[in-house]
């Protein structure tokens, strides 16, 4: 017979050496833990403390039911399965939601399955029923052409261009939060949905319901913590390529800019600005006066942000330090080397570790910090190991099998602690992953090492509104991607000019990418260094699209009062702010299936143009609003599909409801 015990408002089952607790986490979620053999952990890798929430917990003989707001648990002790509990999820109105894997006497498989492995951990499977009709969203940044997960598999693990962000939003009206960071996988069949954690101590998810799409991510991110305020200089264009390589090069291409009367809000200074990795400072050969040049860039009103990197080499003044202080993170097999930067050994630098953090800061601190620099560009946060041998690699927050998804949240923790600890109120950094939690550290995650071409485009756009979906509403990528492309090719002008429009209408808009024809740079002696990509500014790529350029950045900052309103709305209800078409009509079930067009905020139906030669496309104008065609002025009714003109200038964009006439006509 199974035991269940009110405990202060928690649910507490205990069945043949499981305990299984159902936990109030929020004004309609629960937290879900369970532990074979041992009480359970309440870790906090992203679940902040909620806010004490009303739970209505009945027990009658072998079914315990728990309450709060609009979800509702039952566990069920079947007497015809006597090996196992069950447990079910409602919403206020008894519809179901999700349920746990029921399975058969035959098959003698459990919804929750603790596997032991040496050591005394297990691998853990749990499995739920599928539904096959319902649609899901989310799971972070992937690179597929998939918006809907539901069919799908999702490694649970970083990589370059991979950010694993296990939430999920169903069409039936909840959210589920895998709160593990362990290496695993997550499956979204047809016939089941299993979530996987290869090395782990116990279960841990967390789910909720809402009503509508807006009223779950307000849900979450009460949940794992609000986006920060993002600052002004979010809001417009900013300017990058792989890579500056001197100071007097950066100042002259901010120097173009303030004279062509083109507005830069940030001017990026790329990696290898330092002599070995993880020496945190500025080469004096190529950067000799770091705080003049962050003064001349503030008077043309430009931020800067540097590049910063978790490779420590062999050869950095800062190695046998770190070393020797454990803030490295360890290979349990062979060498302690982790990649190879051309022949040069490195290891990677822990910021689990929260010492390390503190130590990494001060060097930060002292070379950038204090020249004026106050937001930073957090390359390799998966990190990107020269070999993803997960099993070979330990955190001081663990073995990376258990714990290696955390990496890039903790790494965007270790500087908006930092920042904030200097009184700094609002904070932004570029990172390249992303774990649950993420947002209220600041992040703003790109999508990597992309390639240049219309294919890796097209998978651009689902990965961002899936990334908002899941809770980080702060996304861009490099447009026109990162590698592959040449300025003098035309084929690769015409990609450039479709990522570039459809980038004003991002989170961020960002021009970066290492581009042909390329420079090497070596040092007075003779030395070589990293070289440089070729030119990457706005007129570097002929004239007549210069002026698309330019009118594209001029129409963003038109838009600044708009995109600093969604910026808000991403701070105080987690809402994305490039969002699907079913999070602002989700009772149109059209909507749920277009992955080509979104919503830029709740008035700007935005139709990236992302086949090549593509001079027209259909849009979709969902019924129950009027969309004004925002180049041309024509109105049209809601419930329709359009055939709209695409020339090289434009993207079709729709207002919604009449909203901001002013635009009509200005891009």
């Keep these: 017979m199974a035991m269940f015990v009110n405990d202060g408002g928690m649910l507490k089952c205990r069945y043949q050496g499981e305990n299984l607790w159902l936990i109030p986490w929020g004004e309609n979620a629960l937290r879900v833990v369970a532990r074979y053999m041992g009480e359970p952990e309440l870790p906090g890798w992203a679940l902040l403390e909620p806010a004490a929430s009303k739970a209505e917990i009945a027990i009658c003989g072998e079914e315990a039911t728990v309450t709060v707001g609009r979800l509702k648990a039952v566990v069920r002790h079947c007497p015809d399965r006597p090996d196992r509990l069950t447990v079910s999820y409602y919403n206020q109105r008894g519809e179901l939601l999700l349920a746990e894997r029921a399975g058969t006497d035959a098959l003698k498989i459990k919804p929750r399955q603790f596997l032991p492995l040496p050591g005394g951990e297990c691998k853990l499977v749990v499995e739920f029923e599928a539904d096959e009709s319902e649609k899901l969203y989310g799971m972070g940044q992937y690179q597929q052409e998939v918006l809907n997960c539901k069919g799908s598999f999702f490694e649970l693990a970083q990589r370059n261009s991979q950010a694993s962000v296990p939430f999920v939003l169903s069409n039936k009206g909840y959210g589920f939060l895998w709160h593990n960071p362990a290496i695993g996988r997550a499956s979204f069949g047809y016939n089941l949905t299993e979530w996987v ?96 040049m962050v003064q001349e860039l503030e008077s043309m009103g430009m931020k800067v942000m540097v590049s910063v990197w978790p490779q420590v080499s062999y050869r950095s003044e800062n190695f046998k330090e770190m070393n020797a202080e454990g803030y490295l993170v360890r290979s349990d097999r062979g060498e302690d080397v982790q990649f190879r930067k051309g022949d040069e050994p490195v290891m990677f630098f822990d910021f689990t570790n929260p010492e390390a953090r503190k130590y990494l800061w001060e060097k930060i601190k002292k070379n950038y910090y204090d020249y004026g620099i106050e937001t930073f560009w957090l390359d390799e946060a998966e990190p990107e190991y020269g070999v993803y041998d997960f099993e070979n690699y330990r955190y001081f927050s663990g073995p990376v099998m258990q714990t290696g998804n955390l990496y890039p949240q903790a790494y965007a923790r270790a500087f908006y602690e930092g920042q904030k600890a200097e009184g700094q109120q609002e904070v932004v950094n570029l990172l390249r992953c992303a774990w649950a939690g993420s947002a209220r550290y600041g992040a703003l995650v790109w999508s990597g090492d992309v390639h240049s071409n219309f294919p890796t485009l097209r998978r651009q756009i689902c990965a961002g509104l899936n990334m908002g979906i899941a809770g980080i509403p702060w996304w861009t990528t490099d447009i026109g991607g990162f590698v592959g492309g040449d300025n003098r090719d035309p084929a690769f002008r015409e990609l450039l000019v479709r990522w570039f429009q459809w980038g004003t209408f991002c989170p961020v808009m960002r021009l970066h990418g290492v581009r042909d024809p390329r420079e090497d740079v070596f040092t007075k002696e003779g030395e070589p260094r990293l070289g440089s990509g070729g030119d990457n500014e706005i007129w570097s790529h002929g004239e007549e699209n210069y002026a698309i350029f330019k009118r594209h950045i001029e129409f963003r900052e038109r838009m600044r009062d708009y995109t600093r309103k969604l910026m808000d709305e991403a701070h105080q209800y987690g809402a994305p702010v490039i969002r699907t078409m079913f999070y602002e009509f989700p009772q149109n079930s059209l909507c749920w299936d277009l992955k080509d067009q979104y919503m830029f905020g709740s008035d700007v139906l935005v139709a990236p143009v992302a086949h090549e030669g593509m001079r027209e496309r259909a849009v979709v104008l969902p019924a129950g609003a009027s969309w004004t065609d925002l180049h041309t002025g024509t109105v049209y009714a809601g419930g329709q599909t359009v055939l709209c003109p695409a020339p090289m200038e434009r993207i079709p964009v729709f207002l919604r409801d009449g909203s901001h006439a002013d635009w009509v006509g200005k891009l």
């Design 197 to 292: 954690a290869e090395n782990t101590r116990q279960m841990d998810y967390w789910i909720c319901a809402g009503d509508t799409p807006a009223q779950i991510e307000k849900e979450y991110a009460d949940a794992v913590g609000h986006a920060p305020v993002m600052p002004e200089y979010g809001l417009g264009f900013w300017q990058c390529k792989l890579r500056y390589w001197n100071q007097e090069q950066l100042l002259n291409v901010a120097r173009e800019y303030h004279r062509r009367g083109v507005r830069v809000d940030v001017i990026v200074i790329d990696f290898f600005h330092w002599p070995f990795m993880g020496d945190y400072r500025f080469e004096e050969e190529f950067w000799p006066d770091p705080k003049a």
